[in-house]
């Protein structure tokens, strides 16, 4: 869609709707008749009772609905859609920037948090897919929220591994929370030098980059290792 509808699909003028040639391009559907009724998939949010409690799972639906009606659904979420692309574009050229542009007084740290590792079995029942039955390791081959990442100097720039000596208050918030407020405020008391600090997060839903390769190359490794 984004090749269909935009000059350049990494021009932020482009995806923000904002170029003078492609802003008002549309998709071309094809002619069709809206007595007929199609079936499509969705992703969605349903609860799941896992013995006393209730818990949040995300599943795919099976939708039936006119073509026109499903025409809308896409063309509404097209703005959400242009708007999520575009903030992915912008931060990776702005971190590209920042990294050529690096003095020899700034670090920049590029980190992806990930989740646990789900353990795996060779053989497995059914049920193990459903709920809360999967297992997660903890504090098994560093998994208890792998941090990897990149450090960035001037002229080098250095894998970074979780210490396991770094814990934190819950893996959900993806640290985003008041006690990393407090801990950049207390960074100088460390690091007497340290003149300023900014701390970003990028779009959610999709890769972080060399940072999120790391994490993704260790977890099918393990993968891979309980299969044989």
């Known amino acids: 869609m984004l090749v269909m509808l935009c000059c350049d699909k990494y021009n932020l003028k482009c995806l923000s709707r904002r170029c003078q040639i492609c802003k008002n391009k549309v998709i071309p559907y094809n002619e069709f008749s809206n007595d007929q009724e199609i079936e499509y998939y969705e992703w969605g949010r349903d609860k799941k009772k896992v013995g006393q409690k209730e818990i949040n799972i995300t599943k795919k639906f099976k939708r039936t609905t006119q073509i026109?009606?499903?025409?809308?659904?896409?063309e509404d979420s097209l703005p959400k859609f242009f708007s999520h692309t575009a903030n992915?574009?912008?931060?990776?050229?702005?971190?590209?920037?920042l990294k050529k542009s690096l003095n020899d007084y700034e670090t920049l740290v590029h980190m992806d948090f990930s989740e646990n590792y789900s353990y795996r079995f060779a053989k497995e029942v059914q049920s193990l897919h459903f709920g809360g039955s999967r297992g997660q390791l903890v504090n098994a081959l560093d998994t208890i929220h792998q941090q990897w990442g990149l450090i960035y100097r001037k002229h080098s720039s250095l894998y970074l591994k979780k210490s396991p000596n770094i814990t934190t208050d819950s893996p959900s918030s993806q640290y985003r929370n008041k006690y990393i407020f407090y801990i950049m405020t207390q960074l100088q008391n460390v690091f007497s030098s340290l003149k300023s600090v900014t701390w970003n997060y990028q779009e959610v839903g999709h890769g972080k980059g060399t940072p999120d390769g790391v994490g993704a190359v260790v977890k099918r490794t393990a993968d891979y290792q309980v299969k044989c």
């Open 68 to 74: 026109r009606n499903l025409i809308l659904k896409r």
């Open 88 to 97: 992915i574009i912008n931060q990776y050229q702005t971190i590209t920037e």
